[in-house]
């Protein structure tokens, strides 16, 4: 099923769209790792989203909700005015930040984020290695995903874990040798987005 997805920030009830953006409101608006919206969702995990918790939700969801929060989204939603709709309730009753003048020009003094960090998981990637045939991919897309149609039993696994980025090599050093994170940076690649049968075909 082709959909629109947006972004959602659930702790702080705000969400950030791609065709705002003036990118496709379906899945291939969040898929480049340098497109704009996917820029300014890592910019925003970095301050104004720092510490929150994050979701791509579809128009819509799986009937089996893969987590908490959107679970407690749909029963937010379940009335008659929205019927459960997560992706049209949102837009109604969140905040939407894409136009905000601070996001749309967000401070760069923390420069291109290179690392997404899971804590929950305890595992990471690095942004700038995610690159097949002149194509840049966006993980985070995929690993934090709620819409019908992303079902498989890695689809959506960020999904109410605490996501945040780095600049910091010896931070990602220390997180590798003392605890145990692991850069699962080419492994996303291969398994998300070079066809060996993880991913829906219109991913």
Known sequence: MKQNFIWINYDKEEYVNAMEFDEPGDITGYLHNRGKCSNTV???LAGRW???YLMLVGE????NAPDEHVSRLAKRFD???YQGNVWFGVQNEFLDISTLPSVRNPDVEGGYYRYVINFGKKEYYRRRSLKDRNV???PLTYLL???EGYTD???GCWLGDLV???NDRNFIRFLTRKEGFRNMTQIYTREYFLGDGTVPNDL
């Open 164 to 166: 945040q980025v780095s």
């Open 60 to 63: 819509k969801l799986p009937e």
């Open 42 to 44: 890592i910019s925003l």
């Open 79 to 81: 009335n008659n005015e």
């Open 145 to 147: 995903i709620a819409a």
């Open 136 to 138: 840049w991919f966006n």
């Open 50 to 52: 720092i510490s929150n």
């Open 153 to 155: 039993d890695k689809a």
